[in-house]
């Protein structure tokens, strides 16, 4: 039963109409919980009270599936005015972005020209940028394009899916590019990812602890107080320097386990969606965490 929820949940996060007619709607279905407005303004206030708390952030405009020029060059000018925004602010926060946004679809140049002009701002700024992993359709391209800006910048990094059988070699390839380590969002066949929950969750304990020996700075991405148990055993253990890896978590989730943690000393980093594009995103969260469908139907009804 919960395979066919998931797989009903992503496959509405997958519908083209769905996400484009979710922007003309705005916020519903309890949306609000788990995208912090649709405005720079409302994720700036957002922001702002996370850094008072000692907890940095990341900032997603929300945006995928972008099929034509226009759509993703406003992306990019959007992101660039964003970029503008932190900067002005001072707050402590980068940004992460997703390459079928910014035009992967269309021409695989064309979004290459897009990151760049994002990355020049950006590191006039100093700020990093992150590159999500989307589907594994658009796998090969993300690392092609990856390295490709790596060749100019050092201020770009990506992210590696501990259910993809391939991850830990990919992860060694990207031995020196910051990193955030999750275990993958998307429906995958078993011929490129693990099915077992159990499998996947091994391979990233794996992963993550073959990261944290290294030298690279990487994020952990999880809501999952097992595996983030287990990693600070293991890095107190090992005595491993706080300063190169930190938490990541989605807003909205485990609000008092991200306080905790960072209270306890650990560097914390909160991912904030923002704007109009927030179906697809919901969609994968409601896929992730049936409960989250409890929050939404007690919205729909008690609000
Ligand atoms: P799960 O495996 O879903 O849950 C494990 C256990 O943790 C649960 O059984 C429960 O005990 C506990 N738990 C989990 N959530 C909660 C909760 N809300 N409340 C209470 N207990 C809970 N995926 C991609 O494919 N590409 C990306 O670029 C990407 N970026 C991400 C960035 C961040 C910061 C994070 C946190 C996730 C990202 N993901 C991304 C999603 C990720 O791949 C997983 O789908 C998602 O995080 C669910 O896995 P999990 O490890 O958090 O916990």
Not at 99 to 114: A, F, V
Not at 182 to 193: F, I, L, P, R
Request: net charge negative; proline share 1%.
């Amino acid at each position: 039963m919960a395979k066919v929820t998931r797989d009903f949940f992503i496959g509405l996060s997958n519908n083209r109409f769905l996400n484009t007619q979710a922007k003309k709607w705005g916020f519903s279905l309890g949306a609000d919980k788990f995208v912090a407005g649709t405005t720079v303004e409302s994720v700036m206030k957002a922001v702002k009270q996370l850094n008072r708390q000692g907890i940095s952030c990341t900032l997603d405009n929300l945006g995928e599936f972008v099929s034509d020029k226009t759509e993703a060059g406003q992306a990019k000018d959007k992101i660039i005015t964003l970029l503008d925004t932190i900067h002005r602010e001072n707050v402590d926060c980068h940004i992460t972005v997703k390459l079928t946004q910014l035009g992967l679809d269309i021409d695989q140049d064309y979004c290459i020209g897009n990151m760049k002009a994002i990355l020049n701002t950006a590191q006039q700024y100093g700020t990093f940028v992150n590159i999500d992993m989307e589907d594994y359709s658009h796998y090969e391209q993300t690392l092609e394009v990856l390295h490709a800006l790596r060749d100019h910048y050092n201020n770009v990094g990506t992210v590696i899916q501990s259910y993809l059988y391939r991850a830990e070699d990919d992860l060694a390839d990207l031995k020196d590019v910051r990193i955030r380590l999750v275990k993958g969002a998307y429906k995958e066949s078993e011929d490129v990812a693990y099915p077992d929950k159990q499998d996947i969750d091994q391979n990233f304990l794996k992963l993550a602890k073959q990261r944290l020996l290294g030298d690279t700075f990487t994020s952990i991405g999880t809501h999952d107080h097992h595996i983030i148990n287990e990693l600070k055993a293991f890095v107190q253990e090992h005595h491993i320097d706080n300063d190169t890896f930190e938490f990541q978590m989605l807003y909205g989730f485990r609000n008092d386990l991200q306080h905790k943690l960072a209270d306890e000393g650990y560097h914390f980093c909160t991912y904030i969606p923002f704007g109009d594009d927030w179906f697809g995103y919901f969609m994968r969260r409601l896929a992730e965490r049936p409960q989250n469908i409890n929050l939404v139907v007690k919205d729909m009804f008690y609000t």
